[in-house]
Every structure is written in C-alpha cells, then in structure tokens.
C-alpha cells in the first residue's frame, strides 16, 4: 500500500474523543509534511483538522493556513486559497508568508495587480528572506502579464541574482522576452533553463517556438521532438513542431503533428487551423475550410495569429 492511502486511512481510523492528541500529532505531521508522497488533498484534510480541534495555539495557526492555501493552489481551488492566506494575514500581518501565497492565488485568478500589491508588501517585510527570489520572479510575471516589461525584467534580474540556478525563472523570463520580441535573449534564457533541467519538457517546447519564430527551423525541430521525448502527449509541443512543419513546408508531417494535439486536446483551435493550412496545400479546399471555421469559431483571432509569424492561407 502506498504511503498516502495508508496515511488516509490513518486519519480516518483513529477515534474522535479520547485520542485527540494522536489526531493532531498524526494531522500535523501531515500538514506541515514536504514529503512527495503526501498528496494535496491530504495536506487539506489534516491542516483542516488541526484547525477545526481548537487545539493549536494562536502562533501555530498562521503557518497552517498557509500550508493549507499552497495546497489549495496545488488543487487548483483559489478562492479557498485566497481565504486561507487572507486568514493567514489578518492572524500574522507582518508575516510575509501570507501575502507571498495570496499573490499566487490572485496571480492564477489573473488578478495581477493585487499580486503585485501583495509581493511587494512581502518584500519589504522581508527583503532578505530566502524566499525573496521566488516573490520576486513572480511580481516579474505579474508585472509581464500587465505589459510593465522594464520593471518585468528588472525583477527577474532580481529573482536570478538571487536564485542562479533555477531553470523556471529563465523559462519565465525567457517568455517574456519572446514578447518583446527579442529572440536571441529568449534563446539564452530558454537554453538555459533546459541546461539546469534538461527533463522540463515546457523548456524544450518554448525554445523550440521560439527558434521557429527566428527562423532556425532545424533546430526548432530538434526542440520540440526532445520535448516530445519527454511528454508524447503534450498538446502545446506538438501544435509547435505542426507549425515547424508547415514552415518547412512538409504538409502531412504537420497534418500528423494537428491531427495528435487536437486528439489530446479537442480545444485546441490553433492546431485546427494549422492543419487546415495544411489540408489546403495539399488540395483539400472543402476540409481545409471546415477546420479552419472551427478553429474561427473557437479563437476567432487565430488567423491573426498565424499570420504574425508569417503562415496564411
């Protein structure tokens, strides 16, 4: 049996009463464990019982909601994230730990202006924290998703300075440099990033898009089978090498590549209409149309988009 089954079954086996004490030994260990085995849901469920006992002192309470909001984000359940770092504040407002996870909720909500808010009340309670590198990466993503590009990257150089060898800040900053556009610095950024974790398929995927666009074909390719390689099924890799095979110019290789990503992902409108430039290369006008309506239908920008890097019909 796997550790976490056995650990439900724990907590659901002890009794209520006479055993609180093992209860919320058993709960804390859950709560407050980083161990990879130690699911989510069950950091909830113990961190929600130590809440409930009326057991823990009024110090201990800060830190388990906010254990319970990162798992609340790792379940994807923001609003209850947002309340317990909200809670987490108001019990601690000069902790800097809850304002940093409430701005990962509002930073998922798309509420970046109030995760910028919250970062920087994080940072300047403790702007030596060994956290400070990961707030300040995020306020940099905050920051690049409200168009503020300079004080984007000036954050990011913060967060690298502080954390050299973390390869999802250079994926972030790399993104955004594809923005800018500026694709040599993305190309560094991203290459980066896939040196520190060669097995962070979302890397390969970004150079491989990003070489495309600057129009290294060959080794866009290259990119995005490694990054194949590593998830077969990833949606977004295999539109990106479909869109390396139409500017190549190698029409079925790219009918094969859409063909697989709207089979994993039926939403994916940008693979509809790429294989509907590709059906129309080929001859197919009527199935090229009827991809391409359904790709209008659910993106109607995507024409746009395919023709901002240079594919239209």
């Known amino acids: 049996m796997k550790f976490v089954a056995a650990a439900a079954l724990a907590l659901a086996a002890v009794p209520a009463g006479a055993a609180l004490a093992q209860d919320l030994e ?18 909830i469920a113990a961190c929600t019982e130590l809440i409930e006992s009326g057991a823990l002192p009024a110090t201990d309470l800060p830190l388990v909601y906010t254990t319970r909001a990162w798992a609340y984000l790792m379940v994807e359940d923001f609003d209850s994230a947002l309340v317990d770092a909200s809670e987490a504040i108001r019990l601690a407002p000069r902790s800097p730990d809850g304002y940093g996870w409430r701005a990962a909720a509002y930073s998922a909500m798309g509420e970046h202006r109030k995760a910028v808010e919250d970062l920087t009340e994080a940072l300047r309670l403790a702007p030596r924290s060994e956290t400070a590198g990961v707030w300040y990466g995020g306020r940099g993503l905050s920051y690049g998703s409200l168009g503020e590009m300079d004080r984007a990257l000036a954050d990011f150089a913060q967060a690298i ?14 993104s955004l440099y594809i923005d800018q556009p500026d694709y040599p610095a993305a190309i560094q950024d991203l290459s980066r990033a896939v040196r520190l974790a060669p097995a962070m398929a979302v890397a390969w995927n970004q150079l491989c898009w990003t070489r495309m ?7 866009a390719l290259a990119d995005c089978d490694r990054a194949l390689e590593l998830e ?33 992902d039926p939403s994916a409108s940008a693979s509809y209409y790429g294989r509907g430039i590709a059906l129309l290369r080929l001859g197919d006008a009527d199935l090229a149309r009827a991809n391409m309506a359904i790709a209008a239908e659910m993106e109607p920008a995507v024409a746009a988009s395919y023709a901002g890097f240079g594919i239209e019909p």
């Open 26 to 43: 058993l709960a804390d260990r859950l709560c407050g464990s980083d161990a990879e085995e130690i699911s989510p849901e069950h950091h």
């Open 161 to 174: 300075a502080r954390l050299p060898d973390d390869a999802e800040l250079y994926l972030m900053r790399g």
């Open 213 to 219: 666009l600057a129009g290294d074909l060959d080794r």
């Open 232 to 264: 077969p099924a990833m949606p977004e890799a295999l539109d990106s090498r479909g869109v390396v095979h139409l500017k190549r110019g190698d029409w079925q290789a790219a009918i094969g590549d859409f063909d697989a990503a709207v089979t994993v």
